[in-house]
């Protein structure tokens, strides 16, 4: 009977399909932890690009027209709109109310994908609070983000 020699797989070449396992395998893990904290990184930020107050004497109101611009990585959702810290009263509505505040801002649906711009007009009678002119107001929108996005502006 004769005897067989097996050969093993020389010590180099072990080392060298070894190496090669571990480095596919660091690149597979360091692309999967990417795309986890890709998730976990993305923000949003509104900015305010202008805020324009006029005055319409005619029906005695104020409206202030607001263009925002979300410079974030997420998108910015809308839940409620403040008026020198009073919520508005009327959402949804594209026109003055007597004796109140209204904005053409939909709460809950009101929102801007990154990138986007949005314009919202607000609405301020003149029976509301005794404001005058030359009086200076801040706007604030809160987000769904819990962020809150004020801008002074004033009323003409």
């Not at 006029?54 to 409620?80: C, E, Q, R």
Request: hydrophobic letters at 45%.
């Amino acid at each position: 009977m004769r005897k067989v020699k097996r050969k093993a797989v020389s010590p180099v070449i072990a080392t060298v399909i070894l190496v090669a396992v571990a480095i596919t395998v660091a690149v597979a893990v360091a692309y999967w932890m990417g795309g986890i904290a890709g998730q976990y990184t993305k923000f949003e930020k509104v900015e305010f690009q202008t805020a324009v107050c006029t005055y319409d004497s005619t029906n005695t109101y104020w409206k202030i027209a607001v263009k925002l611009k979300n410079t974030g990585t997420a998108p910015a959702t809308f839940v409620a709109a403040f008026i020198s810290d009073v919520e508005v009263q009327n959402y949804d509505n594209d026109a003055v109310v007597a004796g109140q505040t209204s904005t053409n801002m939909t709460v809950t649906t009101t929102s801007i994908e990154s990138g986007q711009t949005l314009a919202i007009n607000f609405y301020i009678d003149l029976g509301y609070l005794s404001l005058s002119s030359g009086t200076t107001i801040n706007i604030k929108i809160h987000s769904a983000g819990g962020m809150d996005y004020v801008k002074l502006v004033e009323l003409v």
